[in-house]
């Protein structure tokens, strides 16, 4: 399915920090609330999305942040990692998709697979032979996307929610 909705990716600045930890909390939040723990979701995202993080994030150069908007609305946005990799990528040449979130409200109307492509061809046009990325081994809805686009899994990593340790794939595409 190709997006219907119209949509416009910018990219972030550095003024950006606060809108970045407001959406990405309520988008994490969204996506994975009801599935864990309150309390391990409190703990999560007061240490994960904070304006000062997100600052930092936004002022290091292996980092790049697209901002989604539909008209004047924001709805999510893309955080892409250009640093290392880690041992089971295939490639050290390769652009890590280290967040895509888009609002509740957005979902399952081809917005994120067309961001998707949006980031496979950024990652063709600057020559990375490879794009990586992990996500929730329970998240059946992402995982079925990354699959469908050619996305395989190649590793695991533990994700820690709070207290609690969970299982992420970590997945490629070979370009």
Known sequence: MIS????????????????????????FEQAF??????????????ATFIPTLQAAEL????HIFWLVYTGEELIGYVKLFTGATVACISSANALKISR???A???????????????CLQYAQENKYTCVWLTVWEHNERAL???????????GEEDFV????????????KVL
């Open 4 to 27: 219907s909705v119209p949509f416009l990716i910018r990219e972030a600045t550095a003024a950006d920090n606060i809108l970045l930890a407001d959406l990405g909390w309520k988008c």
């Open 59 to 62: 002022a290091d150069p292996q």
């Open 104 to 118: 509740q409200a957005w979902w399952g109307q081809g917005i994120g697979l067309a961001l998707l492509r949006c």
């Open 33 to 46: 609330a009801a599935t864990n723990n309150p309390s391990d979701m409190a703990a999560y995202l007061s």
């Open 144 to 154: 079925a996307l990354y699959q469908k686009l050619g996305f395989t899994a190649v």
């Open 100 to 102: 895509l979130y888009l």
């Open 161 to 172: 929610l709070g207290q609690d340790v969970q299982r992420d794939f970590i997945m490629e």
